[in-house]
């Protein structure tokens, strides 16, 4: 009857609300950048390697889970390389400061992909 489906309607969404309390996602609090966007926007064939910009206390398995886990992309191994923040000299030569540090990590996926849709060349 109708009552009986209200309450069927009630129970599923109270079972939809639990499963997604249980199936959270946790993202690392630090900023993943893409290098070389301009290039890979260019790019008219797949890519299988993707290079991010990473904050050096993250590590590969962390990198790894959030690119699975955010575009549903296995990946196959993570390289990382650690780059020191280069000296810039402060306008007016009254001193130097250093840019930050940065880790670069090289993402080998296991399907190739191919930036914003566009057919392949072969």
């Known amino acids: 009857s109708k009552a009986?489906?209200?309450?069927a309607e009630g129970a599923t969404q109270a079972a939809r609300t639990v499963k997604k309390m249980y199936n959270k996602v946790y993202f690392p609090n630090s900023i993943i950048t893409l290098m070389n966007p301009q290039k890979v926007a260019e790019s008219t064939e797949a890519l299988d390697v993707v290079k991010f910009r990473v904050s050096p206390s993250m590590t590969k398995i962390e990198l790894s889970n959030w690119?699975?886990?955010?575009?549903?992309?296995?990946v196959r191994k993570v390289n990382t390389v650690n780059y020191e923040?280069?000296?810039q000299r402060v306008p007016g030569g009254?001193?130097?400061y250093k840019r930050p540090d940065y880790k670069a990590a090289y993402v080998y996926l296991d399907t190739p992909w191919l930036?914003?849709?566009k057919p392949s060349r072969k």
């Open 4 to 7: 009986a489906k209200v309450v």
């Open 67 to 74: 690119i699975e886990a955010l575009y549903d992309t296995p």
């Open 85 to 87: 923040g280069r000296l």
């Open 94 to 96: 009254k001193g130097f």
């Open 115 to 117: 930036p914003s849709g």
